[in-house]
């Protein structure tokens, strides 16, 4: 069944319980998450484990700059109100 209200870039239909707690117990372990925090200055960070070590990224990890700068770019135009 396909929902038209969902949107299918950031979401998933999954049907079995099993599946999912399976995928969440994988999916929430620091080594294959971030955790997003604020530094002293109000910017964003994120923070994972590679290897058992701490390891910070002040860019948003696996994206490329023009990926940023698409994101940044998106943020100026005037949608809220299309939200």
Same mark, same amino acid.
């Given at each position: 069944?396909? +929902?038209?209200?969902?949107n299918?870039e950031?979401n %998933?239909? =999954?049907h079995? @319980?099993?599946?999912?707690? %399976?995928y969440?117990? &994988?999916?929430? @372990?620091? &080594?294959n998450?971030? *955790?997003?925090?604020l530094?002293e ?5 994120w923070?994972? @484990?590679?290897d058992?070590m701490e390891? +910070?990224y002040? @860019? &948003?990890?696996e994206?490329? #700059?023009?990926q +940023? #700068?698409q994101?940044? #770019?998106? &943020?100026?135009?005037p949608? *809220?109100s *299309? =939200?």
């Open positions: 069944m396909i +929902r038209k209200d969902w299918g950031s %998933a239909g =999954l079995s @319980k099993a599946l999912v707690l %399976a969440m117990d &994988e999916g929430i @372990k620091p &080594e998450s971030y *955790q997003v925090l530094d200055d109000g910017d964003l960070y923070v994972t @484990k590679n058992g390891v +910070r002040d @860019k &948003e990890p994206t490329s #700059f023009g +940023r #700068f994101s940044g #770019f998106i &943020e100026m135009l949608v *809220q *299309q =939200l």
